[in-house]
């Protein structure tokens, strides 16, 4: 029997989520360096436990807009995090990322400014 995976690694995401995973790099490549070295350190399956509680922080955060510096613009970031740990928000970023790449595919598109 052959087969194209190895049994030690289970396979716990679908087909879909290579778009996905694809359209969340060209998204975090749009945003300036700190920002992605943290990003791709935080979303290392491993930084669960910083992952999670950041992302309810930043919900959180989003809700109290009233606040200086706190603002809505906390809540897609909460759910960025959440999305990697928790289905319901994963859908969530799903579809927020087939919207972009529907009515901004620019958004999506290689940086020309490449380093």
């Given at each position: 029997?052959?087969?194209?995976?190895?049994?030690?690694?289970?396979?716990?995401?679908?087909?879909?989520?290579?778009?996905?995973?694809?359209?969340?790099?060209?998204?975090?490549?749009?945003?300036?360096?700190?920002?992605?070295?943290?990003?791709?350190?935080?979303?290392?399956?491993?930084?669960?436990?910083v992952r999670i509680?950041?992302?309810?922080?930043?919900?959180?955060?989003?809700?109290?807009?009233?606040?200086?510096?706190?603002?809505?613009?906390?809540?897609?970031?909460?759910?960025?995090?959440?999305?990697?740990?928790?289905?319901?928000?994963?859908?969530?970023?799903?579809?927020?990322?087939?919207?972009?790449?529907?009515?901004?595919?620019?958004?999506?598109?290689?940086?020309?400014?490449?380093?």
């Amino acid at each position: 029997m052959t087969s194209n995976t190895s049994p030690h690694l289970p396979v716990t995401r679908s087909q879909g989520s290579n778009d996905y995973e694809e359209q969340m790099q060209a998204l975090i490549r749009k945003l300036p360096e700190w920002m992605q070295k943290t990003l791709t350190w935080l979303r290392k399956p491993e930084r669960k436990w910083v992952r999670i509680p950041a992302g309810i922080l930043f919900m959180l955060g989003g809700c109290m807009a009233f606040l200086p510096v706190l603002g809505v613009w906390m809540i897609p970031v909460g759910i960025l995090l959440l999305s990697e740990d928790i289905p319901f928000f994963r859908r969530l970023m799903e579809k927020a990322l087939n919207w972009i790449q529907r009515k901004h595919p620019e958004w999506m598109e290689a940086s020309s400014d490449a380093k």
